[in-house]
């Protein structure tokens, strides 16, 4: 029997995150809205490019072939398009043979206040107003940076690596060492508190929701020795010895762990980054989503916390780069 919604791992993915639309968008912002309409129109049955968060979609919707009886994963369509001009997009999607049945237009406004009621544990997008939204109250969502495609067909794992703090955890930890920008602090703040776990931070919910898919996968192994895992948990923090043990302690409290997990003090994540080859990455961080290994892994931007907090009078300039262009993609959100 199906999962209901309420147990089902839902993600809300925006038209921006899931394919291309770096042409059609500069047909609004060079030529306004009622050009882009009648773009769109034009264009609806030309089949739109793959893009950064499609790889990642395209294994993770293959979850429910493999059970079928409880179809434990969902995909939504979350877009500021109107279902006129959005008709490209399913079309999209049915050309790629994606299970994405259910959908929200919004005819030019954010999407994001209806995530609770499709019971979504992540969205996705490459507008950075949306997303930056969505997390001011409290619902999860990360920016998707641009980077170039990789998309091996012969490839069936969904590897999915999290940073902790900011991301998995609340933002406490980031606190202290933000606090004086002293490393020893922090680890005696760790030290002091580590058999307290950490609240959860925005992606726990998604994190708890993956580790019940690989529940279900360990039965399937038991099942038949011969099925292949789909789904590879990685957890890649700057956290090192002694402050890991807080780490350890809060999974342990949610009854989840991480197929792989990395205390790397402060060394550079792309080193582990560039092996483990995730589809998709979250970190609260900036400076840790600038480029990865080859510009070809999916880094996504969650803007929580203290990492992401400024103070008026000495704000920093609008991050340039990788994550600029998504600031204005509003329409083909």
């Known amino acids: 029997m ?57 294994r993770f ?45 919004m005819n030019g406004k954010s999407p994001y206040p209806y995530l609770p009621a499709f019971n979504t544990s992540l969205f996705l997008s490459a507008n950075e107003a949306d997303v930056k939204s969505a997390i001011d109250v409290d619902y999860p969502a990360g920016l998707v940076l641009p980077s170039r495609i990789a998309d091996d067909q012969d490839d069936i794992e969904l590897r999915v690596a999290f940073d902790f703090d900011g991301v998995l955890a ?9 606090r004086n920008n002293d490393l020893g602090e922090f680890h005696a703040h760790e030290t002091l508190h580590m058999a307290r776990p950490h609240q959860p931070g925005p992606l726990a919910e998604m994190f708890r929701k993956l580790a019940m898919l690989q529940q279900l996968e360990q039965q399937a ?16 923090t700057a956290r090192n010895a002694p402050s890991h043990e807080r780490v350890v302690t809060t999974l342990g409290s949610w009854g989840v762990s991480a197929d792989e997990t990395f205390f790397l003090g ?19 961080q900036l400076t840790h989503l600038k480029s990865g290994p080859g ?22 300039p609008p991050p340039t780069g990788a994550a600029a262009p998504s600031a204005a993609a509003v329409s083909a959100a």
Do not use: W
């Open 2 to 58: 199906p999962f209901p919604v309420e147990d089902k791992l839902v993600i809300g993915v925006a038209s921006s995150a899931l394919f291309d639309l770096s042409e059609s968008h500069q047909v609004y912002v060079e030529q306004g809205q009622e050009a882009y309409r009648r773009y769109q129109e034009r264009q609806r049955d030309l089949i739109l490019e793959r893009g950064v968060a499609f790889p990642f979609i395209r």
């Open 61 to 105: 919707l293959s979850i429910n072939r493999c059970f079928a009886q409880q179809a434990p994963v969902e995909v939504v369509l979350f877009s500021r398009n109107s279902p006129e001009t959005g008709l490209r997009v399913m079309r999209s999607i049915a050309h790629y043979g994606l299970d994405i049945s259910r959908a929200v237009f």
């Open 170 to 178: 609340d933002d406490e930890s980031e606190a202290v060492f933000k």
């Open 221 to 236: 192994e038991r099942d038949d020795p011969a099925y292949r895992r789909i789904v590879r948990i990685a957890i890649i």
């Open 266 to 284: 402060g060394m550079d994540k792309g080193r582990v980054l560039s092996v483990f080859k995730p589809h998709i990455f979250f970190d609260d």
């Open 295 to 316: 510009g070809t892994i999916p880094m996504v931007h969650v803007p929580f916390g203290i990492a992401n907090r400024r103070e008026p009078d000495t704000a920093a």
